[in-house]
């Protein structure tokens, strides 16, 4: 089964940045699209951002958008969500999975996930 480690969380201020990190088998990242879902207390998980496996396709729930960017290394077997003017909103455990992109669901089991955490 893939395997994935999500990092980089933390406390951060509000209008802070972060840059959270997932590392995923070489499979995972050739076989399947890849994205970042949260799950803030007392909610359920949300698709937060995702990309195709070139690239070419991203797409960001609207909450994010403008503000978080993913990107991936194929080097690092990483994919990265860089995550900028954070809001308290944002406060979350931050989870990356493969995705489908036609429905934004999950794909794989999920990692531990990284607490992300903005005061206001």
């Known amino acids: 089964q893939a395997q994935l480690v999500e990092s980089g969380g933390g406390l951060v201020q509000t209008g802070g940045s972060l840059r959270l990190s997932c590392l995923a088998s070489?499979?995972?990242?050739?076989?399947?699209?890849m994205g970042w879902f949260r799950q803030a207390p007392g909610k359920e998980r949300e698709f937060v951002a995702g990309?195709?496996?070139?690239?070419?396709?991203?797409y960001y729930a609207d909450s994010v958008k403008g503000r978080f960017t993913i990107s991936s290394d194929s080097a690092k077997n990483t994919v990265y969500l860089q995550m900028n003017s954070l809001k308290p909103e944002d406060t979350a455990v931050y989870f990356c999975?493969?995705?489908?992109?036609?429905?934004?669901?999950?794909?794989?089991?999920w990692g531990q996930g990284t607490q992300v955490t903005v005061s206001s």
């Open positions: 070489v499979r995972t990242l050739r076989n399947y699209a």
């Open positions: 990309m195709s496996r070139s690239g070419a396709n991203i």
């Open positions: 999975n493969a995705v489908d992109l036609v429905d934004r669901s999950s794909r794989l089991d």
